[in-house]
């Protein structure tokens, strides 16, 4: 199978290890199923919380069910424990089943003498060859798909045998380096397979780049529709002078498209040239929205040569294991803030971990973060006094909330004081002439689900319009004023302060923006509410899978299966 891009090959590899059929590939390393369970595994080892018990429940080896799992989260956001430690008082947890007791008490044997100070390999190569019989499993199995794993979790293995030195915990070390790698997409060298892999017979994936210069008895090239190849990519950030490109015609834009063009034909040449015996084209002509989509124009260039086909497909794709729903159990309505609601907006899959489980908090707080949190409680110090704060006192308090934080002593003392000042600065000037109303929860009723809406505050400003406000100390996102989270402010207005209007406040930004939402585009974000609260008391959280936003998400290690059985919750 050749494609374009990798991103597109790891979709189409998953797929089609889930229907079953063996696959040559191992696409990004550190977001195949078994090395994410090797991850989480050693998250378990520094993570206070133990979120990566989510997936190890899900290991044959430690099988252990979702109400156990929800127990000892709610056990360890109780009590104070080093990380991991918990696991030698499971016994003493007292809503634990006793088959979760069982399991966890083979996971507290197979980790045991170590800690959070241990070597990620170390511990690995323990739990997979000498205290488990996983590694024993994969290497005697007959199952392709089983071998690729094994080749998979070998290579993982041997990255974590060559880690820079540093300071700090070697695992944390290793898993802030995984990200970053991700991140940068650096991980390349780690998806290609070893030597002694390559006889294996499966259908191998590759890029058209990757297959120079091989050849195949049968290619299957899908994607071949007109905004896929050729594809137009964009113009260059900083493009040659005109006149610079020697024999160039037109604009130096102009030779740089003609350049692609070129290339993009080239890449369809070599594609279609690794084929010995047949070659097969796949291109859908409709989009999930139902409007048509055209085929790639490459594709008349093979005339008469072409057989062309209508295909219907026979076999539903398996779902993938985070799009499947958790049997949530709800003791009565569900409450959210607007905020987490918006959350789920943005990825489903995000929001349980952090609203329904409360364990997908970011744990790691760095000096800028201590800088938003000493402005925040500055703020929140101005609305409840309500009185005149001078300039005297806006720089005292600011000291004290920066010292609070543990920035008194900063290298960057100087520069987190002056950005702090000048967002304070900036929320007084808001304020300024205006009269502060305590400001009241609202509760927003839809299908019988509540959304409270807490407004920062409330001001009645001199020419007698009252504005309710949500201030942000951070700058404001892309889509901020039009999401789920804006118009459940916008409701909360109309129906508590008819009159009034909505502001948003970025104290980053140095501006307030009023929310005007048009009743039409109101009314599709009232709809969006009422559809994910449907969602999440159906046990709908599906994963909104992103290489731009998954390696800095606190869940990156976890996200995936949950375990079996019924999750209890109350939320009101
Ligand atoms: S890792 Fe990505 S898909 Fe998973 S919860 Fe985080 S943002 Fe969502």
Redesign the pocket.
């Known amino acids: 199978v050749l494609c374009t891009g990798n991103e597109k090959l790891s979709t189409i590899g998953q797929d089609l290890e889930r229907l079953g059929v063996p696959v040559l590939f191992l696409g990004s390393l550190f977001e195949r199923a078994e090395v994410k369970d090797l991850l989480a595994l050693l998250s378990v080892l520094v993570d206070r919380r133990a979120m990566g018990l989510l997936r190890i429940a899900c290991w044959p080896d430690f099988t252990t069910s979702f109400s156990d799992v929800a127990a000892i989260f709610e056990h360890l956001r109780a009590a104070e424990h080093s990380p991991g430690s918990w696991l030698k008082h499971v016994d003493a947890i007292p809503t634990v089943s006793d088959a979760g007791r069982q399991a966890l008490s083979k996971l507290a044997i197979a980790l045991s003498g170590f800690d959070q100070t241990a070597s990620p390999w170390t511990v690995l190569a323990t739990l997979l060859l000498d205290r488990t019989r996983i590694a024993a499993r994969f290497g005697a199995s007959e199952d392709l798909a089983d071998r690729t794993r094994g080749i998979a979790i070998w290579q993982f293995l041997n990255f974590m045998r060559v880690q820079p030195i540093g300071s700090g915990l070697p695992i944390t070390r290793m898993l802030d380096r995984v990200r970053r790698l991700v991140r940068l997409g650096d991980d390349r060298d780690l998806r290609q397979l070893p030597a002694a892999a390559q006889h294996l017979d499966a259908v191998r994936l590759m890029t058209i780049h990757g297959a120079k210069g091989l050849e195949f008895g049968g290619v299957h090239m899908p994607g071949l529709n007109s905004d896929t190849i050729p594809r137009t990519p964009p113009a260059p950030p900083c493009p040659a002078p005109d006149g610079m490109i020697a024999g160039a015609e037109g604009s130096a834009l102009e030779a740089y498209r003609a350049g692609q063009a070129e290339e993009q034909e080239c890449l369809f040449y070599v594609a279609q040239s690794r084929a010995r015996d047949r070659l097969i084209l796949y291109a859908p002509t409709e989009k999930s929205n139902g409007h048509s989509r055209p085929l790639s124009p490459f594709l008349d260039r093979l005339g008469s040569a072409l057989t062309r086909r209508s295909v219907v497909p026979t076999r539903q794709l398996p779902i993938a294991a985070?799009a499947r729903g958790v049997e949530l159990v709800i003791d009565g309505r569900l409450r959210f803030g607007a905020p987490q609601i918006a959350l789920y907006e943005s990825?489903p899959?995000?929001f349980f971990?952090t609203h329904v489980l409360h364990v997908?908090g970011r744990r790691t707080t760095t000096a800028f973060m201590h800088l938003h949190e000493a402005v925040r409680s500055v703020v929140k110090t101005v609305i409840a006094s309500d009185l005149p704060v001078t300039e005297q006192e806006l720089t005292d308090r600011t000291d004290t909330a920066l010292a609070g934080e543990g920035l008194g002593e900063h290298g960057y003392r100087a520069e987190f004081r002056d950005l702090a000042l000048a967002m304070l600065r900036f929320f007084l000037s808001g304020r300024a002439g205006a009269i502060a109303e305590a400001p009241v929860a609202v509760s927003i009723i839809l299908g019988g689900e509540e959304i409270l809406v807490e407004p920062d505050e409330v001001l009645m400003r001199p020419n007698g319009v009252r504005a309710v406000r949500r201030v942000r100390t951070g700058h404001m996102r892309s889509a901020e004023s039009k999401d789920v989270g804006a118009a459940a402010l916008v409701l909360a207005v109309k129906q508590a302060y008819p009159g009034a209007v909505a502001e948003l406040v970025h104290l980053s930004d140095g501006e307030a923006s009023e929310l005007s939402l048009s009743d039409r585009e109101l009314k599709g974000r009232t709809d969006k509410l009422s559809k994910f609260l449907g969602d999440i008391r159906t046990g709908r959280f599906p994963?909104?899978?992103?290489s731009r936003?998954?390696p800095n998400?606190?869940?990156?290690f976890i996200?995936g299966p949950t375990p079996d059985g019924p999750l209890q919750k109350k939320f009101a």
């Open positions: 985070e990825c899959r995000r971990y997908g994963a909104e899978i992103s936003t998954c998400c606190p869940a990156f996200c």
